[in-house]
Nanobody
């Protein structure tokens, strides 16, 4: 069974750090680039970091640049999102996913189960991991 499982979330004070894990099972991450997303209460899911389809580079959203970093352990088949200098506005459920489609119809784009990052569309969501930044 192909599956991604997020973990590592928790409660942290502003300025603190957390490392989220995205463990893959049923397939090898060697052949995929992971997209990281987050969804805060009452807000749409947004891309945090992913593969950029335009240049193949790792994309980081402006609101996390310089604070969040992606790494990977191929032996453990796990990718990590290191989050430093956390802010209260980083509070959200964080998800990892693999890209599903390169294009969507206009109708499909209105479906909130789809999220875009780096020019690719993602729709296979796990349970996510909650990150709460608060003093």
């Amino acid at each position: 069974q192909v599956q991604l499982v997020e973990s590592g979330g928790g409660l942290v004070q502003p300025g603190g750090s957390l490392r989220l894990s995205c463990a893959a099972s049923g397939f090898s991450l060697d052949y995929y680039k992971i997209g990281w997303f987050r969804q805060a209460p009452g807000k749409e899911r947004e891309g945090v970091s992913c593969l950029s389809g335009s240049d193949g580079a790792q994309y980081y959203a402006d609101f996390v640049k310089g604070r969040f970093t992606i790494s990977r352990d191929n032996v453990k088949n796990t990718e990590y999102l290191q989050m430093n200098s956390l802010k209260p506005e980083d509070t959200a459920v964080y998800y990892c996913a693999i890209p599903t489609r390169a294009t969507l119809s206009t109708e499909e784009r209105s479906d909130s189960s789809w999220s875009e990052c780096g020019g690719f569309w993602y729709a296979d969501w796990g349970q996510g991991t909650q990150v709460t930044v608060s003093s």
